[in-house]
């Protein structure tokens, strides 16, 4: 099942750089809540700091607290890369292990993750992964080639494939579809729907009509300018985000008018 995440007071820089202000926000479990907003507003920022991502990149770091369950992420005594399995995530474009097969690109995450498994419960679990991944039935004849001989929409399916393999209870997506074309979006669209009755899900997308169409909630990030920090406007069911927003800022954006 998913899990629930509170976000509270959440402020993250980049070095001095202020780059998100003050973001209060519940995610609810085994729900898609998608990010929307104008370039540099924060979303990504504000996803990596889900899953501690942020902390790759040096001088980034937070204020406030972002809970799982309950649980805090940042407590000194939590392991960020048990976070990572907790929290996993998808990047914009598809990477899986260019020298790896198809079965070692799903269990990349599981064997990073130090766990032994028998090679039955291996086949098993590639199978479990691939069809949560809605792509057992065109690799299962070719699961010893190599994963980067898929096409691009079918990699990305592999990349969702070993994020869902470690069971994570929220599973994280930053344009997962930028890099795709219209056939293989609506793939992943499809099967962002049937993962959320497993898994917690929150995507960050540039499209709108996406959004609309995955997504169950909806935040909406702005930004009053370069240089300032973005901020949360607003959040809300996605047919009232994009019916009957509360700010002017939210309206002004999902009809066009900036952004
Ligand atoms: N590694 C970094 N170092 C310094 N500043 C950064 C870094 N990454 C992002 N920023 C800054 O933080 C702010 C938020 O950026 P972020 O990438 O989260 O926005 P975004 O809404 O995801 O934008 P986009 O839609 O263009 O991807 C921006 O002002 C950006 O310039």
């Not at 479990?29 to 942020?54: D, E, Y």
């Not at 070719?142 to 929409?153: C, H, M, T, V």
């Not at 079918?154 to 890099?179: F, G, N, T, Y």
């Amino acid at each position: 099942m998913g899990q629930r995440i509170d976000v509270n007071h959440l402020n993250v820089y980049y070095g001095d750089f202020h780059a998100v202000d003050d973001v209060n926000m519940v995610i609810e479990p085994n729900k898609v809540t998608a990010f929307i907003g104008p370039s540099g507003c924060g979303k990504s920022t504000v996803l990596r700091t889900l899953n501690r991502m942020h902390e790759t990149t040096p001088g980034a770091h937070v204020k406030g607290e972002v809970l799982l369950e309950g649980k805090d992420l940042y407590a000194p005594d939590t392991d960020p890369v048990a976070v990572r399995r907790d929290v996993g995530m998808v990047f914009q474009r598809p990477n899986p292990f260019p020298t790896m097969s198809i079965r070692d690109n799903v269990l990349a995450g599981v064997r990073l993750n130090n766990k032994r498994i028998a090679k039955s419960d291996a086949d098993d679990l590639v199978e479990w992964a691939l069809r949560g991944a809605a792509l057992w039935n065109d690799v299962k004849d070719r699961l010893d080639k190599p994963g980067i001989g898929l096409s691009g929409g079918q990699q990305q399916r592999l990349c969702i494939a070993r994020a869902v393999a470690v069971h994570p209870q929220v599973l994280l997506m930053d344009e997962p579809c930028s890099a795709l074309d219209p056939i293989s979006t609506l793939a992943v669209e499809d099967l962002i729907g049937e993962l959320k009755d497993e898994f917690t899900i929150v995507i960050v997308t540039h499209n709108m009509q996406q959004a609309a169409r995955v997504s169950d909630t909806t935040a909406f990030f702005n930004t009053q300018g370069s240089g300032k920090p973005g901020h949360l406007v607003e959040m809300a069911d996605t047919t009232t985000i994009f019916s009957n927003p509360q700010s002017e800022e939210t309206e002004n954006y999902i009809s066009g008018r900036f952004g």
